[in-house]
């Protein structure tokens, strides 16, 4: 049991997490630009890609492992929380978090708008019962093109539990308070047009975490550094220097 990394390049260390559904491969696109400069470090998460369902624990462990002493973390979606959780559990090696169409909590509250149950719940079906169409109607509604949406598809198809596990983790994960002693420069980037997390997050965050960084893609929904590259790589590294 392990976890399965790629790298590219040399230079700085940022490691990439991907979202609930895909796997590493979903980043591929960003690394002919930031390989020059960086080193990339892509990550399949527990139960999705070549990694297998293991507890956070486990795949914290395996992962430090070997990762550089310290790194930039990135995050997008579900993988958002998983960077979230790393960030504030070792922050002597994150030294910089990224997170994109995240947020420390996916489910809505009364105090927190979130995305309801019932829309994961649909989206889990429709992704148990016919993966790959539903991944790829999901990148056609973020404004990707068909060749794209081949290329971003993952290497392996998620499995049933790899989705499961996924889907317990949405809703089950709260790191509001955690976030708040987060004492390292943070980037939080949004969509405008996003379903899933909404632009009310990103006001929230900011009246609640006033010292972080927030960015705003107005013509983006939930996978902005596809469908808007340029101008998310532009951003990302004015943050980066």
């Known amino acids: 049991m392990n976890v399965n990394i790629r790298s590219y390049g040399e230079g700085l260390p940022l490691v990439f997490f ?22 990339i470090i892509l990550i399949d998460l527990p139960g999705f890609g070549h990694t297998p369902i293991m507890e956070w624990e486990l795949f914290k462990k395996f992962l430090l492992e070997q990762l550089p002493k310290h790194f930039a973390l990135i995050g997008w979606s579900m993988g958002g929380l998983y960077a979230i959780r790393l960030a504030v559990e070792e922050p002597d090696r994150v030294y910089k978090l990224i997170n994109i169409a995240s947020s420390p909590r996916f489910l809505y509250t009364d105090l927190w ?11 889990y079906k429709q992704l148990f019962a016919k993966p790959e169409s539903t991944l790829k109607e999901f990148m056609e509604l973020n404004g990707l093109t068909s060749a794209d949406r081949l290329k971003h598809l993952p290497e392996r198809l998620p499995s049933p539990e790899g989705l499961q596990s996924g889907l317990n983790i949405l809703e089950s994960w709260d790191l509001r308070e955690e976030l708040s002693n987060f004492g390292n420069p943070a980037y939080f980037m949004f969509g405008r047009l996003d379903p899933i997390v ?8 900011q009246l ?4 972080f960084n927030y960015l705003l893609f107005k013509r983006a929904a939930h996978i902005p550094f596809l469908s808007h590259m340029d101008l998310f790589i532009e951003e990302f590294r004015g943050f980066m220097k």
């Open 198 to 205: 909404p632009v009310k997050t990103m006001n929230s965050m």
């Open 18 to 39: 991907h979202g609930w559904g895909f796997d590493s491969r979903i980043w591929l696109p960003l690394v002919p630009q930031l390989s020059r400069d960086y080193q």
């Open 113 to 123: 708008p979130g995305v309801s149950p019932e829309v994961f719940k649909k989206f």
């Open 208 to 211: 609640n975490y006033p010292d």
